[in-house]
């Protein structure tokens, strides 16, 4: 990092007169994202106010668009449907370095109070819902959005080109559609110019404000969606004898499948969880149905304990089922992959992170079994995802909503560190990072 190896160069300088530019440069980016913390906060309202679903940001899109145009950049719209990418050319030679930003919003609806809370409501999955920024994406958006703007103030002195991809759907697009990183990687997101690297960030309400947890190697989960369908025989409830009931099938599945992470899996390796989220089956209280429909996801920190937590679903499913004469089909669709973070790019952040938001404010953040689509990116090139904390101290606990609450809140103080802390990565990566 230029911050820890200029001191070298300063021995072969007189006086140490080099180390006056680093120091200046710091503090430019510090003035600047300062300077912007206003139109960031904003932003981050407007953005809020007018929440929009994966694959459907236009209003969101057209706001990150028309402002990277103002500052002169190369802008493409229209990327994996609504996405927005953007490229700051520096005034001298150097790597690629990418950085990414989420704008999709949750089909929830809002509870926070906020004055700018969200009103808006849509259709989402044939029923009528709220839809809110309860994850934190309107701050991630316009993070990025000042971090442009600080940045192209820096243009000239900028060792490198900087990549802004601001991305849709990563919360998953609509049933039958495909979108988020992998649609955004099949469009050539990774190209033209290609990234070396790239870097983002999550605003996280289980961490203080400013506070940045990082880790190296895997960090957060996979997430793959599972429909398993149990097929009976249908029968009047009075005489369960005559048929097979589907419904108790599906109650024993539920069990089963508990015991592979308890009895089947070692758990000293890495953490893993199996959800049944949803069971749909039967419309009278006297008739047993034929069959029952359950919906839920499994979530794994270890490749290989994904793939052989998948099959023992699957197994575990329909020899339950066999058991009693029924039969279940179990269909897994692979959605995130693993977040890992690189290891080199992980101590980089955590260096400049120290050195931009202070010593104490950095910490290693434990492994999570939430799921990230970042990890898309991290399949081609290295990088580094980290979490930023947007609670105060002090505030009550019962105060604090977990993001994707429908009291979700941030302190918008979490603004404009967002826009320091990765501004200086990026200018870290840009000087040294990218070095052997």
Known sequence: MRRFLLPVFCLLAAGGVQAAPVQADMARVDRLAAAVEPRVIAWRRQIHQNPELGNREVLTAQLVAGHLRSLGLEVRTGVAHTGVVAVLRGGGPGPVVALRADMDALPVTEQSGLPYASRVRTTWMGQEVGVAHVCGHDGHTAILMGVAEVLTAMQDSLPGTVKFIFQPAEEGPPPGEEGGAALMIREGVLRDPAPAAIFGLH??????????????????????????????????????????????????????????????????????????????????????????????????????????????????????????????????????????????????????????????????????????????????????????????????????????????????????????????????????????
């Open 203 to 436: 605003l996280n309400s289980r961490t203080p404000l400013g506070k940045a947890g990082v880790r190296a190697g895997p960090f957060m989960a996979s997430g793959d969606t599972m429909k398993i369908l149990v097929r009976g025989a249908q029968t009047h409830a009075a005489l369960p004898w005559l048929g097979v009931d589907p419904i108790v099938l599906a109650a024993q599945i539920v069990m089963g499948i508990q015991t592979i992470q308890s009895r089947q899996v070692n758990v000293l390796d890495e953490p893993s969880v199996i959800t049944i989220a949803t069971i749909n089956g039967g419309n009278r209280a006297n008739i047993i149905p034929d069959t029952v429909e359950m919906s839920g996801m499994i979530r794994a920190l270890d490749e290989g304990m994904r793939k052989d937590i998948q099959r023992r679903v699957v197994s575990t499913s329909e020899a339950i089922a066999r058991s009693a004469g029924g039969s279940a089909e179990v269909a897994i669709e692979a959605n995130y992959d693993v977040t890992r973070n690189d290891g080199r790019l992980a101590e980089l952040g955590a260096r400049s992170l120290r050195q931009s938001l202070g010593e104490a404010n950095v910490f290693v953040n434990p492994k999570v079994t939430v799921s990230e689509d970042f990890s898309a990116y991290q399949k081609h090139i290295p990088g580094l995802f980290f979490f930023l904390g947007v609670v105060p101290d002090g505030t009550p606990p019962e105060t604090v909503f977990p993001n994707h609450s429908p009291r979700f809140w941030m302190d918008e103080r979490v603004l404009a560190i967002g826009v320091r802390a990765l501004s200086h990565l990026a200018l870290d990566y840009l000087q040294d990072g990218h070095l052997p």
